[in-house]
Structures are given as structure tokens and as C-alpha cells.
């Protein structure tokens, strides 16, 4: 069964701040998502990664395979980033999710 | 832009009652999920469909559960005999293809059971 583990658990940032949250996991994986979790309990995909690195606008996720390692980033943040990112991966046992980091980025 | 719905938005119900949850996955998906979230845990995973029968489910989904397509847009999740542990937040979700794709999710149910 894989772990999934993210870091920071909760992270508070002022606007503008670079913000890097990582994700790490225990047994390959075919594929992992990033998903934002908004306050109301919403939940919008935001990458899906089997290599390499993805950008969309102001958004960056990197995966290591070998190091079975994730980060995801955020440039130039903003009060509306605010929200529960979580990290799930694709392996042999369906979908399992990590608990989320819960980023506040203050004005 | 196409989206997944799901009704009701909050269902209470007794303990013991059978519940259905609906959900409309986007029309040219091919594959849906459900997934809970209890209050203040994180997301997990229930099960896959595709082509009219489950494709994969994780051990929480048991005899409790079950899933059906009764007709070309709605995606159901059938919760028998409802447990005061059922109460959760339950999302659908869609994709293209298969588990790795990006899934598209619904704004989600909260069940409640008394």
C-alpha cells in the first residue's frame, strides 16, 4: 500500500512569496495529480505528472520517479491561492491521497 | 465549460436508510469515481467505472456500497443500511480515460447520518 506524505502540513506565506510544497510517496506510481481543495470543499485538478515538470501560469509541478519525490510551486503568490493542496498517486491500488497542505498567503 | 454535477448538495438521513447519491459525469467521459472525505481527513478513494462495471475498488467500498449507470448521464453511488461512519463529504468524478488521466470532480454531497 502507498504512503503518501506531504510537506509542510500547514504553511503561511505573505503575497508574493515563492511557495514550494513538496509530496513524496512509497511505491511507484504510473502517475501523480496535484488537486486544490477550495474553503467551501471543492476540488479542481491542477496537474497531472509522470515525468518531468508541467507549468500553467503562475503553477509549476516537478516529479523525480527515482526519488519518488514531488514538489509543487507557486510564483508570485496571491491572498486567492489560499486553499488545501493535495497530492494523489496513481499505483496499484487505485488513487491514494495525502492528507493536504493547508496554505494561507496573507495580503 | 463542461462540469461534473452532483444532487443533492446535503442529504441527512437515519441510520439504517439507503441512500442514493446522483451524480452527471461530462458527456464524452468514459470513466467516473467516488471518493469521501471525512470531516477533516483526507480524500479516499471508492471506486472506478468504466464500461458499465467496476474496473477497480479499495476496501472500503463493501457490500454496502454500490455503483450503476441506470442511464447515458447519471453515475450513481447506492449507500445500504446507512452507519453513523458514513457521514462524509462524497465527490464524483470523471475522465477521458483511465485512473492516471485528469479527473474532473463534482462539487460533492454531504451525507449526513443521525
Known amino acids: 500500500k502507498n504512503e503518501v506524505e506531504q510537506s509542510p502540513q500547514n504553511l503561511t506565506a505573505q503575497e508574493g512569496e515563492f511557495i514550494t510544497i513538496n509530496c513524496s510517496y512509497s511505491?511507484?506510481?504510473?502517475?501523480l495529480h496535484w488537486l486544490q481543495q477550495h474553503p467551501g470543499g471543492g476540488i479542481v485538478s491542477l496537474f497531472m505528472?509522470?515525468?518531468g515538470k508541467k507549468k500553467h501560469g503562475r503553477l509549476i509541478a516537478t516529479i523525480n520517479i527515482q526519488e519518488k519525490h514531488s514538489s509543487l510551486h507557486i510564483t508570485a503568490s496571491h491572498p486567492r491561492d489560499s486553499a488545501v493542496y493535495i497530492c494523489?498517486?496513481?499505483?496499484?491500488?487505485?488513487?491514494?491521497f495525502g492528507k493536504g497542505t493547508h496554505l494561507i498567503i496573507q495580503p | 465549460e463542461p462540469e461534473v454535477t452532483q444532487t443533492p448538495s446535503h442529504q441527512v438521513t437515519q441510520m439504517g436508510q439507503e441512500v442514493i447519491l446522483r451524480c452527471v459525469p461530462i458527456?464524452?467521459?468514459?470513466?467516473f469515481y467516488w471518493y469521501r472525505q471525512i470531516l477533516g481527513q483526507k480524500v479516499e478513494f471508492l471506486v472506478s467505472?468504466?464500461?458499465?462495471?467496476?474496473?477497480?475498488k479499495s476496501e472500503i467500498f463493501d457490500d454496502q456500497f454500490s455503483v450503476e449507470r441506470p442511464d447515458g448521464s447519471n453515475f450513481t453511488l447506492k449507500i445500504r443500511s446507512t452507519k453513523l461512519e458514513d457521514s462524509a463529504m462524497y465527490f464524483c468524478a470523471s475522465s477521458e480515460w483511465g485512473l492516471a488521466a485528469e479527473q474532473y470532480f463534482g462539487p460533492g454531497t454531504r451525507l449526513t447520518v443521525t
Open positions: 505528472l509522470s515525468s
Open positions: 494523489a498517486v496513481r499505483g496499484a491500488d487505485g488513487l491514494t
Open positions: 511505491v511507484g506510481i504510473s502517475a
Open positions: 458527456s464524452n467521459h468514459l470513466y
Open positions: 467505472f468504466y464500461n458499465n462495471e467496476i474496473s477497480e
